[in-house]
């Protein structure tokens, strides 16, 4: 069975860092595109940063500067550094990763279950 499974959310003060992880598992071939969004409670859930398999990142605007998207390759896993996060980044956090998985004539976009960051002020 194909997981994706985040870690390293958590409550900080505003002002202060957290790292998110989030490793894929299962019969995998590849990992393509990898990806963290993000939704607070009432909103959609929005774009944070993705990362393709050649290392290409992508951020949305509010982030830019304070977060940094990164990847291990061997062990399937994307990481999202966050530095002096603010009250408004307070959301649940969830990794995407686009997988190559056996048996599945095409690749498939995975989720993982989320992961809450809170940032008091």
């Known amino acids: 069975q194909v997981q994706l499974v985040e870690s390293g959310g958590g409550l900080v003060q505003a002002g202060g860092s957290l790292r998110l992880s989030c490793a894929a598992s299962?019969?995998?071939?590849?990992?393509?595109?990898m990806g963290w969004y993000r939704q607070a409670p009432g909103k959609q859930r929005d774009l944070v940063a993705t990362i393709t398999g050649g290392g290409f990142t992508n951020y949305a605007d509010s982030v830019k500067g304070r977060f940094t998207i990164s990847r291990d390759n061997a062990k399937k896993t994307v990481y999202l550094q966050m530095n002096n996060l603010k009250p408004e980044d307070t959301a649940v956090y969830y990794c995407?990763?686009?997988?190559?998985?056996?048996?599945?004539?095409?690749?498939?976009?995975?989720w993982g279950q989320g992961t809450q960051v809170t940032v008091s002020s």
């Open positions: 995407n990763a686009e997988l190559d998985v056996m048996g599945e004539p095409h690749t498939s976009f995975y």
């Open positions: 299962g019969s995998i071939f590849s990992v393509d595109s």
